[in-house]
């Protein structure tokens, strides 16, 4: 029998054993060929109507995955390979040399490796086309997505997993070689010493923590500041996190061991003691976990947020369906006869929008906020555009008064002006206005900067006989979502400032789509992963409590009580570091909402859907490592 049969025989006789690391392995080419399949896949490339290159995002999301799934294999790997290390030493007790055992093991993972990737590539087809159609979905497309066999996806997957899987091979092939005979037999025994508690150790956890949350909402008034501030932040967050799992929960198991009643209550008193024998080793893996958890939540909420207010955000950057520049007359006819020729998108209002610009530096009081120029809109046309587009918030002023319409992407009040007069200047004369209300609302498309003040009819009529105003035609249409053709006509005319809602909805549908699925799959196996990591921590150590709970059966403890104490434990490993990456998520959405000024956004919904998405799946894994668990220890 060669050694390559003599390690097939040995998959086939250990399959039970194995079956773990083998799903990881398929589990990670699955992942990477059904996203790489996607980065090839010509109905995304055709349903993507805007401009913008997949390729590139892809890309660097390919190699953020690549990187993952190496360090996810190579921890499955590790926790596989002390599962062996007893059987491993067994050979080398039988007379095996060392070198052969080596090439045995060298073997049995290229096997595996190869296995993994066919069957991970077949399953990877099928799944490629179920995530093509939810991408599709999320970029608004009706395309239809057939069954394809990508040959780039193929070779791509191959080429990497190969790298990764030669790699684990020859750690298992170095295996024999690290460890002395006797460390092979003694790899599941702890080393661990019970830790004691340190009040300066947890007092720093907390205080690092809070003056990182601190620096995180620190507004943000330079690029050096903002690189300064994620450099500290991110330092604390480390640091603050690991010394919390390390120190604060000692503290936390401490008083549950000085609360008698408690603590002596049932198996408390194992399950406790467990929990705090090995704290010491888990501060690392839960310290990664809350982490990563951290980051996954907040980029997935910030990508859920952008395509969940996608419709609101292209109502304030364009509130009518169609807006182009006054063109010479003969276009503006061909631009109107094209909008009135759609009947399927009636006309619902029309407005001629006269600007006048006026050349100013104007300071917005207790805001940083420069305006240049200043864009003049009169009373009766912002009246009659609040009236086509159904807002219902009509100005009327004086001759000396003005109305400003809040600067979007800004947080300014009427607090911000109230009080204070703005004085224009232009030709040989000088108009001062007193700020008197604030609306809502522009009514035409966004440019920097966003800063239109209402004046009176008359007022705006005089100036307009110093300085030409540029005049907007502005169309209202029914359900200009569905725009398509129309839209794409008059953007074919190349018409100077064009402005249609369909352009701008389906490109924000496109990108926000494209960085919500990305993210999302992303988000979804970090999750499976850091889940997974828990999941090989607990399992590692049911088998080196198997016979401490074996000893505890002979001597009367039931299989019920074993069952709680498990069901405990795997609780409080699985719920702290969920509950650290929970407030960390939180605390970073916020600095999100007032670096990019986006508190007039409600996050509430796609950050408690994020949450609650990823808290379901968190009890998926800890279903699971309570029955795991139980099945090792409790036979």
């Not at 004369?429 to 800063?451: A, C, H, N």
Request: hydrophobic fraction near 45%; charged fraction near 20%; include cysteine.
């Amino acid at each position: 029998m060669t050694l390559f049969s003599l390690a097939k025989s040995n998959i086939r006789g250990n399959f039970k054993s194995y079956l773990l690391y083998f799903l990881s392995m398929i589990f990670s080419v699955v992942i990477y060929y059904t996203f790489v399949s996607l980065q090839y896949s010509t109905e995304i490339q055709i349903g993507l109507e805007s401009s913008q290159n997949l390729s590139s995002i892809f890309l660097q999301a390919s190699i953020i995955l690549i990187l993952f799934v190496a360090v996810f294999i190579l921890y499955s790997n590790s926790f596989f390979t002390r599962k062996r290390k007893r059987e491993i030493g067994l050979y080398s007790l039988l007379g095996l040399r060392k070198k052969t055992i080596g090439i045995m093991l060298f073997y049995e993972n290229l096997i595996m490796g190869a296995v993994s990737i066919v069957i991970g590539i077949i399953a990877g087809t099928f799944l490629s086309k179920l995530f093509s159609m939810i991408l599709l979905k999320l970029m608004g497309s009706t395309i239809d997505v057939g069954m394809t066999v990508s040959i780039e996806s193929i070779v791509s997957t191959i080429i990497v997993f190969g790298l990764i899987f030669l790699i684990t091979s020859i750690r298992g092939y170095r295996l024999i070689y690290r460890f002395k005979l006797i460390e092979l037999f003694q790899a599941e025994k702890e080393g661990e010493q019970i830790p004691k508690a340190s009040v300066i150790a947890a007092s720093c956890a907390i205080g690092i923590l809070g003056v990182s949350y601190w620096l995180l909402l620190q507004p943000i008034i330079s690029d050096t500041q903002y690189l300064i501030n994620l450099t500290l932040i991110t330092i604390g967050l480390v640091i603050g996190t690991y010394l919390l799992f390390r120190s604060v929960t000692v503290f936390l198991l401490r008083a549950v061991q000085k609360n008698k009643t408690h603590y002596f209550k049932g198996m408390n008193l194992i399950g406790t003691s467990q929990l705090l024998y090995r704290i010491k080793g888990n501060a690392r893996t839960l310290t990664m976990i809350s982490l990563l958890s951290a980051v996954t939540l907040s980029v997935i909420s910030t990508a859920y947020s952008m395509y969940y207010f996608n419709e609101q955000r292209v109502n304030e950057f364009l509130p009518f369906s169609y807006v182009h520049l006054s063109q010479d007359e003969e276009s503006n006819q061909m631009i109107e006869s094209i909008i009135e020729g759609d009947k399927a998108h009636p006309v619902e209002g029309r407005l001629e929008v006269p600007i006048i610009e006026i050349e100013t530096n104007f300071q917005i009081p207790g805001d940083d906020y420069l305006t240049n120029p200043v864009r003049l809109i009169a009373e009766t046309t912002f009246n009659k555009a609040v009236n086509i587009l159904n807002w219902k918030d009509e100005v009327k002023l004086s001759r000396n008064e003005t109305a400003v319409i809040k600067p979007r992407l800004t947080e300014q009040t009427m607090a911000n002006y109230k009080g204070h007069e703005i004085t224009l200047k232009f030709a040989e004369e000088k108009r001062t206005f007193s700020f008197v209300d604030m609306k809502v609302g522009s009514i035409l498309p966004w440019s920097y900067p966003d800063f239109y003040l209402i004046v009176n009819d008359e007022v705006f009529d005089e100036i307009a006989q110093l300085k030409a105003p540029i005049v907007y035609h502005a169309y209202k249409v029914e359900d200009h979502k569905t725009t398509e053709m129309t839209a794409k006509q008059l953007l074919s005319l190349e018409t100077e400032q064009m402005y249609t809602y369909y352009k701008e909805y389906k490109e924000g549908l496109e990108m926000s789509g494209v960085n919500l699925f990305l993210l999302g799959f992303l988000g979804l196996v970090f999750l499976a992963a850091t889940g997974s990591m828990i999941y090989f921590k607990q399992l590692t150590e049911a088998h080196s409590d198997i016979e401490r709970y074996r000893v505890l059966r002979k001597i009367g403890v039931s299989k019920r009580e074993v069952y709680s104490t498990i069901m405990k434990q795997s609780f409080f490993v699985l719920a702290l570091p969920l509950v650290v990456g929970l407030v960390h998520s939180m605390m970073i959405l916020e600095a999100v909402k007032k670096l990019y000024g986006a508190s007039y956004y409600d996050l509430t919904v796609p950050m408690l859907t994020s949450m609650a998405a990823y808290v379901i799946i968190y009890l998926g894994y800890y279903v699971l490592t309570v029955k795991t668990y139980n099945n090792i220890v409790n036979k």
